[in-house]
Every structure is written in C-alpha cells, then in structure tokens.
T-cell receptor, first 112, second 114 residues
Framework: GEDVEQSLFLSVREGDSSVINCTYTDSSSTYLYWYKQEPGAGLQLLTY?????DMKQDQRLTVLLNKKDKHLSLRIADTQTGDSAIYFCAEKRHSSASKIIFGSGTRLSIRP | DGGITQSPKYLFRKEGQNVTLSCEQN?????MYWYRQDPGQGLRLIYYSQIVNDFQKGDIAEGYSVSREKKESFPLTVTSAQKNPTAFYLCASTGEDRNNSPLHFGNGTRLTVT
C-alpha cells in the first residue's frame, strides 16, 4: 500500500518521555518529517531527517530512522503540557517530489 | 514577518453555494498546495501548483477548482459539486529548493456547509 501509518492516540505522564511511532512504505523516500498541530491551527514543522541518516537530535526532540524496517520515531524528552497536540509523520517520495504523504496523526495527551 | 495567510478562519455556507477560500504567501515560494483535513484522518491533497499559471490535481480534486494567476496567491473554490465539503482546509507552500524544502502551512480555514 501507499500509507503512512501512525497510532491514533498516546497518553503520557508529565515529565516522562513520549515516543511516537510511524511506518512508511516507500523505500525511495528522501525526507521524513514530523509536524505538530495544535487545536484549530495549521501544521508546524518540528524536525525532519534525510533518509541516509539514522538519528537526529534537536533539544528535547530525537528522531530515529530505521530504513530497513521503514520505521520512524519521534521521542520528546521531559514531556510538558504544552506538548499536547497532534503529531503528523510525513514522507517526501523521490518518485513524486511535489507530493508529501501524511500519516493520520497521533494525538498526544499529557496527564499530571 | 514572512508567512502564509488563510482567510477567513471560519466560513459558513448554505448547501448549493460555491465558496472561495483565500491563501496568500509572502515567502516567495514557487509551489503551493491545498489539503483537506477531516477528524481522525491525515491530510489529503486537493490541488497543487508548482509555478504561476499551472496547477495539477491531487488525490481528491473532484468538486474543487483553483487558480494561480500570481505567485503569492492560490485561491481554492469549493463548488456545489463537492459532496461533503465541511472540513478544515489547509494551504501550504514550499521554496525553490524543493528537495530539501518542507511544507510551510497557513492556519487553516474551517468550512461548514449546512
């Protein structure tokens, strides 16, 4: 199939780490992205990784890419209430540079 | 500040009426896109334009139309032929270096058709 798949919900305790997972299908993907969407707003780019990398760290965010398994994850360290949002994984495919394919989003909720 | 502006934020229309959603960008981006977002679903591509006076259908173009007369503007018309138009519509753009240029999004327009 052509889907980018994510689980729909994740609940974590404030201060813990959140790990949001994503699987994709196209081995020719060039870039993989993580976007954050707060209620009623557009999508904000959080980070991205090039397909020849296996890890990227940016402050509290760590992206891991397993190209063999076509698995991408986003780890948020020390999760805060402001991290509550929907997180979208997206891939840019080499075969179609003008199209970016999105997953259905993971809603992250934070419990005290 | 550079960015993408979508207006209005909320839009209400009666069934059978066409409605046009505005999208303007001052990022000097070549490519612009329209996505539709429904609850619990990812973004689905409606139309995109890589250059002025040219545009292509996305995955769900039926019932929609666009124009790209200026680089800065990419309005979307939701026609009465669109069977289920109530949704959240997102406009986005990318720069010249499209290989390493992520999508930049506006804040969306929520359209409700009754």
């Amino acid at each position: 199939g052509e889907d980018v798949e994510q689980s729909l919900f994740l609940s974590v305790r404030e201060g813990d780490s959140s790990v949001i997972n994503c699987t994709y299908t196209d081995s020719s993907s060039t870039y993989l992205y993580w976007y954050k969407q707060e209620p009623g707003a557009g999508l904000q780019l959080l980070t991205y990784i090039f397909s020849n990398m296996d890890m990227k760290q940016d402050q509290r965010l760590t992206v891991l890419l397993n190209k063999k398994d076509k698995h991408l994850s986003l780890r948020i360290a020390d999760t805060q209430t402001g991290d509550s949002a929907i997180y979208f994984c997206a891939e840019k495919r080499h075969s179609s540079a003008s199209k970016i394919i999105f997953g259905s989003g993971t809603r992250l909720s934070i419990r005290p | 500040d550079g960015g993408i502006t979508q207006s209005p934020k909320y839009l209400f229309r009666k069934e059978g009426q066409n409605v046009t959603l505005s999208c303007e960008q001052n990022l000097n981006h070549d490519a612009m896109y329209w996505y539709r977002q429904d609850p619990g679903q990812g973004l689905r591509l409606i139309y995109y334009s890589q250059i002025v006076n040219d545009f292509q259908k996305g995955d769900i173009a039926e019932g929609y139309s666009v124009s790209r007369e200026k680089k800065e503007s990419f309005p979307l018309t939701v026609t009465s032929a669109q069977k289920n138009p109530t949704a959240f519509y997102l406009c986005a753009s990318t720069g010249e270096d499209r290989n390493n240029s992520p999508l930049h999004f506006g804040n969306g327009t929520r359209l409700t058709v009754t």
